[in-house]
């Protein structure tokens, strides 16, 4: 979408949430029919632009899911997923047939070792089939997306016919999948620019990236491809996917708001929903949130060392390059542990409405420290008891 599109000096880059499908496939993340409607609502909410509702052929209940979820959204895209098979296509039509704005996504593998192994077709026959799966979900819905399955492994000649007859064909969104993370931000940015350059009618399609971690580069990449000009990025919730997971889509929108100077794009994410998000999928899954995870960790926005704790103090910046308002956190916690100093300990005691002299002060801060070089985790209540005690004692 070009910046004239949204009235903005900035390119919109389109947010393609596949947490219900790319997302359920990691091992164990199985949802309800119930949970997955209460997850495309909030992605609904939030400023998702497309959301990917499942695998119609999977089976019945990822159908009836997205035949329900396609029902029931309100503003975002609602596609499903279909191999380059007629059936897989015609019932992916047939569940986002109810949606205000329905896609079939139809994807097929085009690098050597899926298709000599995988498929067992030579490259004229994938070919062919590209052309005639797209030209059938092209007859369902007007809006089809065509990807590339392990694209980034692709030799280039062959991903440009591809690409080239999948636009011929009728796609308007052309998706080059990072499917086994084996890509480099550089390599990936640089796909982008061949493929857009060399293909012709390469302009009347959305391109779009599509990475996973297993290199822990997924969102590195994803970046980078939109700098190489894709303009939609597919991604879920926690990077929860296949493996590693995919790029996770709270990493990649906050990056986009906070480094505006490095990405000048643009997306339509409410982006004080991205913890409440994060919350959700993770309580539907069962997936835990690792404590460290960038954005929705529960440490993203806690801060223990004295020194960190102290420069907090005195202005918010010296230590956190995001708002925690900004992703839906009440408050910076300033975790009270074996290195907290002086400075955090005292305006935890004036939150907690103490008021002391500075000898009961002092005594109270070396009891502190003791008990959290004993203890893992400082809670309000043992501070209370350790003042407490201190103010009976001077009381004495
Ligand atoms: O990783 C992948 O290649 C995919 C495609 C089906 C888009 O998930
Ligand atoms: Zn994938």
């Known amino acids: ?43 609904d909410q939030m400023g998702v632009d497309i959301i990917e509702a499942g695998f119609p052929i999977a089976s019945n209940g990822d159908f009836e899911a997205v035949t329900e ?30 949606a205000q704005r329905p896609r079939i996504h139809t994807f097929l593998s085009t690098s050597p070792v899926h298709m000599k192994y995988k498929l067992q077709k030579e490259p004229d026959a994938v070919l062919e089939m590209v052309i005639a799966s797209v030209t059938r979900a092209r007859n369902l819905v007007d809006d089809v997306e065509w990807s590339a399955e392990d694209g980034t492994r692709t030799e280039h000649d062959f991903l440009c016919r591809c690409v080239e007859a999948a636009i011929k064909a009728g796609a308007t969104t ?10 480099t931000p550089e390599e ?16 009347k399609a959305v391109f779009s990236v599509h990475c996973h971690d297993d290199l822990g580069m997924a969102v590195a990449n994803s970046l980078a491809g939109v700098q190489g000009g894709a303009r939609q990025v597919e991604c879920t919730i926690n990077g929860i996917g296949e493996r590693a997971g995919n790029a996770s889509l709270e990493e990649i929108v906050m990056a986009i708001k906070t480094r ?13 929903q991205l913890t409440r998000a994060s919350k959700l999928v993770s309580t539907v899954t069962s997936f835990p949130v690792q404590f460290n995870k960038a954005i929705v960790g529960r440490n993203a926005f806690a801060h223990e060392s004295g020194i960190h704790q102290d420069g907090m103090l005195k202005h918010t910046q010296t ?3 995001m708002t925690p308002d900004s992703v839906g956190v009440s408050k910076t916690s300033l975790v009270m542990g074996k290195h907290s100093g002086r400075n955090a300990f005292r305006s935890k005691l004036e939150e907690m409405g103490y008021r002391m002299s500075e000898n009961a002060f002092e005594d109270a801060f070396n009891r502190f420290k003791d008990l959290a070089d004993r203890k893992k985790h400082v809670y309000d209540e043992d501070i209370e008891a350790l003042v407490d005690e201190r103010i009976a004692h001077a009381h004495d």
Not at 11 to 31: K, N, S
Not at 73 to 98: M, P, Q, Y
Request: charged fraction near 25%.
């Open 69 to 98: 979820i396609a029902r029931v959204v309100k503003s975002a895209v609602v596609t499903g997923l279909a191999r380059a098979s007629a059936k897989d296509i015609d019932r992916a039509g047939e569940a986002v047939r109810g």
């Open 174 to 183: 052309i998706n080059i999948p990072d499917t086994v993370g084996y890509t």
């Open 260 to 272: 505006g100077d490095a990405f000048p794009y643009e997306t339509r994410i409410d982006t004080t």
């Open 1 to 43: 979408m070009t910046a004239s599109a949204t009235g903005s000096d900035k390119d919109r880059v389109l947010i393609f949430d596949t947490t219900l499908r790319d997302g359920e496939q990691c091992p164990g993340a199985t949802m309800t029919l119930e949970e997955k409607l209460q997850v495309a609502a909030l992605l």
């Open 188 to 203: 990936y940015r640089a796909l982008f620019q061949m493929v857009r350059q060399r293909v012709p009618d390469a302009d």
């Open 319 to 321: 230590y956190e390059i």
